[in-house]
Each structure stands twice: as C-alpha cells, then as structure tokens.
C-alpha cells in the first residue's frame, strides 16, 4: 500500500517563507509523479507543482519564482519550498504521487498553510 506523509505548514506572514515536506512509502519512487495541490477554503483544488524522477518540473502561473519544487529520490521524498507568501497562498495542501503507468493517484493527509498579518 502506498502511503503519503506530509509534515509542515503553520502560520505565516505576508512575504514570509514555509517549507513543506512529504516522505512516500516503499522502494518504488521512480514510477511515481510527485507533486503538490492546494484547496483554499470553500475553493476547489488546484495543482501548484509536479515534479518527474528525472527532476524535471512543472509550476502553476500563480506560484512560479516563488516556489520551489523537489525530490530525494534516494530518500523517497518530495518538499515545496515556498518564499513570499502571498494572503492568496493561503489552503491546505495536499501531496500526491501519481503512478506515470497506470495513472493511479494518492494523496497525503493534507498541510494548513495560512498567511496572515
């Protein structure tokens, strides 16, 4: 079974910096999609980042030259480095992998991120 941990998020102000983390059970990363999504309150879900096995990356409009994207392949995480939160940043947000063969998602528990004065 594939498990996604996610550890981070609080509180912050405008233009402050918060990172985000999420370990991925298993030795079997590489056929994984990493990436990351938010829900802001009464909102849908959007994507903020993907990230592949070979690091290549892929950002929504709204967060790129602020976050940061990553994977450990060796240690089976992915991290989203976030600089100048923006009151707008603020939802939870959810990691997931997605299997690039057969599609199949999951989704860690979800991370509160809120910027505020």
């Excluded at 941990?5 to 079997?28: D, F, H, K, M, T």
Aim: hydrophobic share 30%; proline share 3%; glycine share 10%.
């Amino acid at each position: 079974q594939v498990r996604l941990v996610e550890s981070g998020g609080g509180l912050v102000q405008p233009g402050g910096s918060l990172r985000l983390s999420c370990a991925l059970s298993g030795n079997i990363i590489s056929t994984y999609i990493l990436g990351w999504y938010r829900q802001p309150a009464g909102s849908q879900r959007e994507l903020v980042a993907t990230i592949q096995y070979t690091h290549a990356t892929n950002y929504a409009d709204s967060v790129k030259g602020r976050f940061t994207i990553s994977r450990d392949n060796a240690r089976s995480t992915v991290s989203l480095q976030m600089n100048n939160l923006k009151l707008d940043d603020t939802a939870v947000y959810y990691c997931y992998a997605r299997n690039r063969y057969n599609r199949i998602e999951h989704w860690g528990q979800g991370a509160q991120v809120t910027v505020s004065p």
